[in-house]
């Protein structure tokens, strides 16, 4: 195993997708937020946020100050409240911010996936996104859908540079004691070891429909877990929930991938995107 010294720094990363940025400040739901399960977690954070000010004063200066490149993830309940919060973070200068997460996929508020499960209202504000930015656009996609293909081909034809594959599952869990939710909240949303075959399959499909890179996102812990994301058509993937389990988790796969190209001889990562051989 290899020293933690060894493992390198923030700036080693291929990018930090931040957490949701809105366009005020969000308080997030009622505590409980979290709760495990028994392959994972269901969280009700609510889209906790100091909105788009506070990052600018402070998560914007700490990410340059550290070296991060980064990508800002935002919320919004308008496509105005979208655009203002991309028009407003536009005007950052540091180099390493390369560009934006459209957030149209979280099951943790009303009205959080009404984007993402509407055909016209994703193309209307993946459109409106990409008219008032040159930076890049992710699309991060519900999986709360009949079929997540319709929605990858909207976002492309919409302007989306990337998809994030995909959020988090409506999930629910109940004490049963007090008959109540274990959250704050009625349902919350699912991440963790137990949905990565749900997404994967979804990765695929994904693959298969479009033309865009796809950044796979759920239940990665391991670099096999990695692995499997990559050979079903992801050119890049998320660590999450992963972290609470081992913060420096994404350096470890990162370590691990290199070592398993090394071994057979493969030259790059993007070799073996989606080189999965169905039956």
Not at 27 to 45: D, F, K, Q, V, Y
Not at 47 to 52: M, R
Not at 137 to 161: C, H, Q, W, Y
Not at 207 to 218: D, E, N, Q
Request: net charge neutral; proline share 5%.
């Amino acid at each position: 195993m290899w020293k933690e010294s060894d493992l390198g720094g923030v700036a080693d990363l291929g990018a930090i997708f931040t957490k949701a940025v809105s366009l005020k400040p969000r308080g997030g739901n009622p505590a409980p937020r979290l709760a495990e399960t028994p392959a994972g977690m269901i969280n009700s954070i609510g889209l906790q946020n100091p909105g788009v000010e506070g990052f600018l004063a402070e998560h914007a200066r700490w990410l340059e100050k550290v070296g991060a490149s980064y990508f800002v993830n935002v919320v919004g309940e308008s496509v105005a409240d979208f655009t203002g919060v991309v028009t407003a973070l536009d005007g950052i200068a540091y180099a390493g911010f390369l560009g934006y997460e459209v957030n149209v996929s979280c099951p943790n508020v009303a009205g959080g996936m009404d984007f993402g499960q509407d055909e016209k209202a994703l193309g209307d504000l993946v459109a409106a996104v990409r008219r008032v930015t040159k930076r890049l656009v992710v699309v991060k996609l519900s999986p709360n859908v009949t079929d997540i293909t319709v929605f990858a081909r909207i976002a492309e034809a919409s302007g989306a540079d990337a998809l994030t594959v995909a959020n988090t599952y409506v999930g629910m869990t109940i004490d049963v004691n007090s008959r109540g939710s274990r959250i704050g909240t009625n349902t919350g949303g699912l991440s963790g070891p137990g949905i990565k075959p749900i997404t994967l399959a979804l990765v695929y499909k994904c693959r298969k429909a479009v033309g865009l890179p796809i950044i796979a996102s759920g239940g990665i812990v391991t670099t096999n877990d990695a692995l499997e994301y990559v050979i079903a058509g992801a050119c890049a993937f998320q660590v999450g929930t992963g972290l609470y389990l081992e913060p420096a988790s994404p350096f470890y796969i990162a370590r691990g991938i290199e070592e398993h190209l090394a071994a057979r001889g493969i030259g790059s990562l993007m070799d073996l995107v989606g080189t999965y051989k169905p039956r």
